[in-house]
């Protein structure tokens, strides 16, 4: 059975939560930490895992 957990990634820059997705918490024991498109900022920043609720 895996063990996925759901996360938030929220942009560093303007703090807009802007993805949802999963990580495997066994293999991926650290926080996630992406660079993707923010389209409140309007370029591509640094997006990292928040408190899913």
Do not use: D, G, W
């Amino acid at each position: 059975m895996a063990n996925k957990k759901n996360v938030r990634l929220e942009c560093s820059i303007c703090k807009h939560i802007n993805y949802l997705t999963t990580r495997n918490a066994k293999t991926v024991p650290n926080k996630l930490e992406q660079r993707k498109y923010c389209k409140f900022c309007r370029k591509v920043t640094i997006h990292k895992e928040t408190k899913s609720k």
